[in-house]
């Protein structure tokens, strides 16, 4: 039968649990329930008691109470929970994974979903999913569910909430089990894409598409960088065609969108074949215009929609972005190259454009050619990241990399 893991508070959220245990049996799903609470014991019959949770993260759940620190607690019941769901699922004990928490729950709750592969239906129902959920997410494929209400009791509209995600679970948890990837002999691929490099990686997409590879193409919003660092090293990935490298300006000049320190050097141990570009790293992502801060207020700012601003980076900053990417390079043990578009970064810095400047480029492309490691190849085309040709020698030098390197990745399926 079909299992739906059910982890939270049991002790505070007793009742909104066991409404939503009774509808999964009511759909023709099995429960496994977890217990992370700290308060108080769970208010019914649970199949790990909060006391394995906190043994598995090497305390006693009487130590925790002792302390008082909520903050702490929270930490520690987390791993513990990481370290119960991973053998749970190794176990195969379930297909899908739900929780009904409010704001301390929720980073509990994201931190055990966070070490279940791709693919295992996830699901938070919780009232703080209306506010950044970046810090939940991470790289994973986390279902969020805003129920208006807090998790607070039943009432009539809490309950057509919580019957609505049970439902919904369910369905997912069902779908998984009887799922069968289209392929699984064609080697993954990662690349990344912004608006402002679309043609690129369509073209690169396609041209690797009919060499034989299967491109799985990232967002290069913050949590797709992530994601695809992660895939990487964990050897999903048999390399990656990275066009869009913009998360990085945003790290470094404090943008919306920037996927932490660890973008490209996250999967530095990993040895399958990489090639990188600086797409759109002549941009750091805002929101809307009012969103700016003041600081930027006499930088070149483009308004790419309502919600969305855009500031130009400078040479200085450029320059550092360079050395940056040379000094994360410096310690990939596999193949790897970066393609230099010197007409241009993206669609709006090519000439004519509101972010055309050559001198900030320049400063990009001096600190590359001083700073890159001697292993790593680094290539100049006198070509805008978006014209055909340099698609094709992005796809041409992939494809090279990936037929001389010897430490291929397969594609694992799960």
């Known amino acids: 039968m079909t299992t739906v893991l059910l982890i939270g508070t049991f002790d505070t959220k007793g009742d909104e649990y066991r409404y939503v245990q009774e509808r999964l049996h009511a759909l023709g799903c ?33 130590q925790l109470v002792a302390t008082g620190d909520r903050g702490a607690a929270i930490s ?22 739900m929780a009904l928490t409010g704001s301390g729950g929720a980073s509990l709750a994201a931190a055990a979903m966070r070490v279940l592969p791709l693919g295992v239906p996830k699901m938070i129902v919780s009232t703080v999913v209306a506010g950044d959920t970046r810090p939940f997410l991470a ?19 809490s309950e057509r909430v919580l019957w609505n995600a049970a439902g919904a679970i369910a369905g997912m948890a069902r779908a998984r089990d009887d799922f069968a990837p289209s392929s699984t ?53 048999a390399g990656t065609v990275d066009v869009t490298t913009t ?55 483009y308004r790419h929609n309502p919600a969305v601003t855009l500031m130009r980076t400078s040479a200085q900053e450029c320059a550092e972005l360079g050395r940056q990417i040379a000094h994360k390079l410096n310690g990939r043990r596999g193949p790897c190259a970066v393609l230099m578009p010197l007409r241009g970064l993206s669609a709006l810095s090519v000439e004519g454009q509101p972010f055309h400047d050559p001198d900030a480029d320049a400063a990009l492309f001096a600190a590359l050619r001083a700073e ?28 090279d990399l990936y037929d001389h390197s010897d430490d291929r990745k397969e594609l694992v399926t799960r």
């Open 247 to 301: 998360e990085l300006a945003d790290e470094l000049v404090g943008g919306i969108l920037s996927a932490g320190p660890d973008r490209l050097a996250g999967g530095a141990a990993a040895g399958a074949p990489r090639v990188i570009s600086l797409g759109a790293l002549d941009m750091v992502n805002f929101g809307p215009a009012d969103t700016v801060p003041e600081r930027f207020a006499d930088r070149l700012l």
């Open 76 to 97: 520690t019941m987390a791993a513990g929970a990481a370290t119960v769901v991973r053998r749970l699922f190794s176990e195969g004990r379930f297909s899908a994974i």
């Open 139 to 157: 790289d994973s494929d986390i279902t969020l569910v805003y129920p208006v209400v807090d998790i607070a009791g039943l009432n009539r509209f």
């Open 185 to 237: 002999d064609r080697p993954l691929i990662g690349a990344t894409m912004f608006g402002v490099t679309t043609p690129c990686v369509t073209r690169v997409r396609r041209l690797l598409d009919e060499r034989g590879f299967e491109t799985l193409v990232f967002n290069a919003n913050g949590t797709g960088g992530r994601s695809m660092e992660r895939l990487l090293a964990d050897g999903e990935l």
């Open 372 to 399: 890159m490691p001697a292993h790593v190849a680094l290539v100049e085309l006198d070509l805008a990241i978006n014209d055909p040709e340099f698609a094709d020698a992005l796809a041409e030098r992939f494809v």
């Open 30 to 62: 099995a429960t496994l329930t977890v217990d992370v609470g700290v308060l108080e014991p769970a208010a019914f019959a649970v199949d790990v008691a909060r006391t394995e949770v906190a043994e598995a993260a090497g305390v006693s759940i009487e």
